[in-house]
């Protein structure tokens, strides 16, 4: 089984702030998905990467993916109370048959 | 994750009832994938289904866990004989082709009494 996983766990910041959150395994990953869930929703897609060493902007949001395609950051800049939620990073294993493997996920809170 | 539709949205079952859990995908999406997420715990995968094929149900248990998709009609979860320890949200996902971006429906939230 590979794992993902994200660190830090929770994170309470005040509205801003600049943060970066992580996602790590030791295995490689044919592509990695970023999720933001809301409460009793289901995750919605922010990005996808797929080429070691890309880097994609989604406004305030910078995405990541290492360069051996095993880890990505997610920095977000001026957080904003709009940004809480939880941020899951999601990979397809390299020949896993669009299988994709979660982390747990990031709680992410920004206070006004 | 607009476009996926689940229903329904909550369910409450007693044990050994059965739970059915209905998946409409995205228009023009043929591949379909359920993930059962457990409190404090990451989505985890169960199976991937092509329009009336198993593709991979290596993450489903063997034993009273059960998933179709017609070639007309939505994709079902079927649960026999529930246990308190089926209580998840349940996710439906499809994509266009296999291996593309999975987009994911608000899912079903099954509680188990």
């Known amino acids: 089984t590979q794992l993902l996983e994200q660190s830090p766990q929770f994170l309470s910041i005040q509205e801003g702030e600049n943060l970066t959150v992580y996602c790590n395994s030791s295995?490689?990953?044919?592509?990695l998905q970023w999720y933001r869930q809301e409460p009793g929703e289901g995750p919605v897609l922010l990005v996808t990467?797929?080429?070691?060493?890309e880097v994609k902007k989604l406004k305030r949001l910078t995405f990541q993916f290492g360069d051996a395609r095993k880890d990505s950051s997610l920095h977000i800049t001026a957080a904003q109370p709009g940004d809480t939620g939880l941020y899951l990073c999601?990979?397809?294993?390299?020949?896993?048959?669009?299988?994709?493997?979660f982390g747990k996920g990031i709680t992410l809170s920004v206070r006004p | 994750n607009a476009g996926v539709m689940q229903n329904p949205r909550h369910l409450v079952r007693r044990r050994g009832q059965e739970a059915r859990l209905r998946c409409s995908p995205m228009?023009?999406?043929?591949?379909v994938y359920w993930y059962r997420q457990l409190p404090e715990e990451g989505l985890k995968f169960m199976v991937y289904?092509?329009?009336?094929?198993?593709?991979?149900e290596s993450g489903m248990p063997k034993e009273r866990f059960s998933a179709e998709f017609p070639k007309e009609g939505p994709s079902i979860l079927r649960i026999q004989q529930v246990v308190r320890g089926d209580s998840a949200a349940y996710f439906c996902?499809?994509?266009?082709?296999?291996?593309?971006?999975?987009?994911f429906g608000p899912g079903t939230r099954l509680l188990v009494l």
């Open positions: 996902a499809s994509s266009l082709l296999a291996g593309e971006t999975q987009y």
């Open positions: 295995s490689v990953f044919s592509s």
């Open positions: 990467v797929v080429t070691g060493g």
């Open positions: 999601a990979g397809e294993p390299t020949g896993a048959n669009s299988k994709l493997t």
């Open positions: 228009k023009g999406h043929s591949h």
């Open positions: 289904l092509q329009k009336e094929n198993i593709i991979d």
